[in-house]
């Protein structure tokens, strides 16, 4: 079946600098996508999320892009903190099972100090 | 509130054994549902519930079974535990509104079948 992945599995960036996470998907039918954090021994924790109708959407720190055309999403941390280090996951689903998602493979952010 | 609790946080069964895994949560949410998570993956949907009193199945549903008797409680039974359900399991819940992927997650329940 189709699925969502992660193009790069792990990544390190110094503390203070930007970071870029990025995700694939590839069903087509899929019009809602969530940004997960999980730290070491913890459940998830929902980020933020944006629909199909948008481009871009901001929250405190971070920022979501979604191009359609090539079915690509990613994730941007502004100034990286110790505190940013975990695994990110990005998800999708439908807007008819907003709730039913499908989870990429996730990618470990280590933040050096 | 405590938001979403699951007990227990480790277990350690052997094939063939059956067990529950609870969850439950404060927070009033209708909707629950039971993800699992294998090393180095994502967390996949066995079960999710609307309310109380109906569940369906998710992408992963064989070899286990759910009820929703009440809006805060959420088991995940193993009736036959193999070594294939060897991993991590998350219940997570979500209140109605909003677009839907904001759920709030459990601490998990590490499970190893031998």
């Known amino acids: 079946g189709e699925s969502v992945g992660l193009h790069l599995p792990t990544l390190s960036v110094q503390e203070g600098d930007n970071s870029i996470i990025n995700c694939a998907y590839s069903?087509?039918?899929?019009?809602?996508f969530i940004w997960y954090k999980q730290e070491s021994g913890k459940g998830p924790q929902f980020i933020i999320d944006i629909r199909s109708n948008m481009d871009k959407r901001q929250g405190q720190r971070v920022t979501v892009l979604l191009n359609k055309t090539v079915k690509h999403l990613s994730l941007q941390i502004a100034a990286t903190q110790p505190g940013d280090s975990a695994v990110y996951f990005c998800a999708e689903a439908t807007s008819g099972s907003a709730r039913q998602l499908t989870f990429g493979s996730g990618t470990q952010l280590t933040v050096l100090p | 509130n405590a938001g979403v609790t699951q007990t227990p946080k480790f277990q350690v069964l052997k094939t063939g054994q059956s067990m529950t895994l609870q969850c439950a949560q404060d927070m009033n949410h209708e909707y629950m549902s039971w993800y699992r998570q294998d090393p180095g993956m994502g967390l996949r949907l066995i079960h999710y519930?609307?309310?109380?009193?109906?569940?369906d199945q998710g992408e992963v549903p064989n070899g286990y079974n759910v009820s929703r008797s009440t809006t805060e409680d959420f088991p995940l039974r193993l009736l036959s535990a193999a070594p294939s359900q060897t991993s991590v399991y998350f219940c997570?819940?979500?209140?109605?509104?909003?677009?839907?992927?904001?759920?709030?997650f459990g601490p998990g329940t590490r499970l190893t079948v031998t």
């Open positions: 519930s609307v309310g109380a009193g109906i569940t």
């Open positions: 069903n087509s039918a899929s019009d809602y």
């Open positions: 997570a819940s979500s209140p109605p509104g909003g677009l839907g992927g904001e759920q709030y």
